[in-house]
């Protein structure tokens, strides 16, 4: 199955970041705020679960995104969840945390 994007889209995220229905693609996933789903609403649910049961097997688990690049699945190794996908990410993060705080201290000693 392939997934339809626009232009500068990626494809397991739509516009804003979010991330698309796992079953057609095209909208993005229902999240009411208390809970995200993996389907954009009740006729992609049906079909999601038409289709595990073929399967046999669970597939409506969404994995949180990486909160750097809010395009791959955050790390988790069994033992630990991390924020990020990647070293990648977790440079970036590190640095992007270092510039926070150093602005924080200075904004406190300045204030």
């Given at each position: ?5 626009r232009?500068g ?103």
């Amino acid at each position: 199955m392939f997934l339809r994007t626009r232009r500068g889209e990626n494809s397991a995220t739509g516009q804003l970041g979010k991330p698309l229905c796992i079953v057609c693609g095209a909208r993005p996933a229902f999240n009411s705020g208390l809970k995200a789903y993996s389907t954009c609403g009740l006729s992609c649910a049906n079909r999601l679960k038409v289709i595990s049961q073929v399967l046999d097997t669970n597939i409506t688990t969404v994995r949180p995104l990486c909160v750097v690049c809010k395009m791959r699945p955050r790390f988790n190794n069994g033992k630990r969840a991390f924020p990020t996908c990647g070293f990648k990410c977790a440079k970036t993060k590190k640095v992007q945390d270092t510039i926070i705080s150093s602005l924080s201290i200075v904004n406190t000693i300045n204030g």
